[in-house]
């Protein structure tokens, strides 16, 4: 069964996300994340949220 989790995203990285030059995260999977799951990732501009989000599903997963 698919989670969905909230993230905080720096604004850059955000809109490399919406412009499609981003297509993935590397991030420390301390919140159990699997494949099938959806990241709202939630733009932040100095160190303030400005309303925008993406929601984005979990394609692959590494141990890296």
Sequence with gaps: MSKTHELKILSEYFWDIIEGRKTFEIRKNDR???VGDYLIL???KDEKHTGWKITVEVTYITKY
């Design 32 to 34: 159990d994340f699997q």
């Design 42 to 44: 939630k733009e932040l």
